[in-house]
T-cell receptor, first 114, second 115 residues
Framework: DTAVSQTPKYLVTQMGNDKSIKCEQN?????MYWYKQDSKKFLKIMFS???????INETVPNRFSPKSPDKAHLNLHINSLELGDSAVYFC?????????????FGDGTRLSIL | GNSVTQMEGPVTLSEEAFLTINCTYT??????LFWYVQYPGEGLQLLLK?????DKGSNKGFEATYRKETTSFHLEKGSVQVSDSAVYFC??????????????FGQGTILTVHP
């Protein structure tokens, strides 16, 4: 059983379009995260939700809007896509916001902007 | 703020060679430390962890010891295999406060093992 699943795995689209990436976890965790991995493999936190509430919002352009309909889902919507948005986006979950337990990651969504 | 510094890669080794990937960190609190591994085309998998000073994490022949005095968490393996070829990330989370458990990653080290 997949613990953290993201869809789609690949997303190729043109500049200016709007797209969404979905994430679901079946681990019963309260906290979910979005990370961005750039072309040099560097990973950086973008957002985090705990029980449907936003708790981390790093300096991300407001074209990026996360939405958490319930604690098992955290989706990422991106408006007016730009070339610099090309990256791999990873969703992750953990038991709680102050847990020292490891986060579980999805397989990533590779976003390519033409 | 928190930060993690890993040794520059890429690292290329022959099978059965000894591996060390250095990792040092800066944190304001008492972080938990992790090594994650990313195989080609896949997501991140936890390799090992340590949650307090002098803890040793180990898994699949890999080891790392949480050294508070040197703020380090170096990854070691005595005999690498071709299947160990991957990108390795050192990371920390500072439970509590306003960090909310977010992971701060090092820049990643690409390891290639040749037969």
């Amino acid at each position: 059983d997949t613990a953290v699943s993201q869809t789609p795995k690949y997303l190729v689209t043109q500049m200016g379009n709007d797209k969404s990436i979905k994430c679901e976890q079946n681990l019963g965790h309260d906290t979910m995260y979005w990370y961005k991995q750039d072309s040099k493999k560097f990973l950086k936190i973008m957002f985090s939700y705990n029980n449907k509430e936003l708790i981390i919002n790093e300096t991300v352009p407001n074209r990026f809007s996360p939405k958490s309909p319930d604690k098992a889902h955290l989706n990422l919507h991106i408006n007016s896509l730009e070339l610099g948005d090309s990256a791999v986006y990873f969703c992750a979950s953990s038991p709680g916001p102050n847990s020292n337990q490891p986060q579980h990651f999805g397989d990533g969504t590779r976003l390519s902007i033409l | 703020g928190n930060s993690v510094t890993q040794m520059e890669g890429p690292v290329t080794l022959s099978e059965e060679a000894f591996l060390t990937i250095n990792c040092t960190y800066t944190a304001t609190g008492y972080p938990s430390l992790f090594w994650y591994v990313q195989y080609p085309g896949e997501g991140l998998q936890l390799l090992l962890k340590a949650t307090k000073a002098d803890d040793k994490g180990s898994n699949k022949g890999f080891e790392a010891t949480y050294r508070k005095e040197t703020t380090s968490f170096h990854l070691e393996k005595g005999s690498v295999q071709v299947s160990d070829s991957a990108v390795y990330f050192c990371a920390l989370t500072d439970a509590g406060g306003t960090s909310y458990g977010k992971l701060t990653f090092g820049q990643g080290t690409i390891l290639t093992v040749h037969p």
